[in-house]
């Protein structure tokens, strides 16, 4: 079963980094403002955030990280283009690993490391990430959080203009 939501997830993440048709994409979020703001985002389930971005990506919505985006937030970077996020002197990024939940009637969830799930995550980062992820000590088993705060948050993201936060 394990072998077989690894599978999913997988397959979910690459369709995700392939742009879908826009007829075929219903997108269901609003923001009220010319982008949508991230600002404090504890992550969840992947496949939820890759549908999400997709969306948001296949939409041209623009993004600006305005606070936390931690775990699965940060694919965000993989998946909308470069020029479509921009990041406050606010945003902060936290990287780990990914986790794989099995449950199961009348028992108590299991937690694993889903070191599958964990390196596609990984490679869906641009190359300036996981080079400095890797300097950071990432090697693919990392429960504790890499945290990439204030300027190194804008090596990796362009800075915002007052014409995004408007």
Known sequence: MKALINALAGVLLLCALTPASAKDVPVQFTSGRAATFITDDPGGIITDFVKKYSDMR???????IDGECASACTIVLGILRPEKVCATPDASLGFHSATAITREDGKAPVFEHAAEISKL????YPGEVRAWLTKQGWNGDNPTVIWARGGQVRKFIRPCTAADLS
């Open 121 to 124: 995550i990984f490679n869906s």
């Open 58 to 64: 296949d939409a041209g919505t623009n993004v600006v």
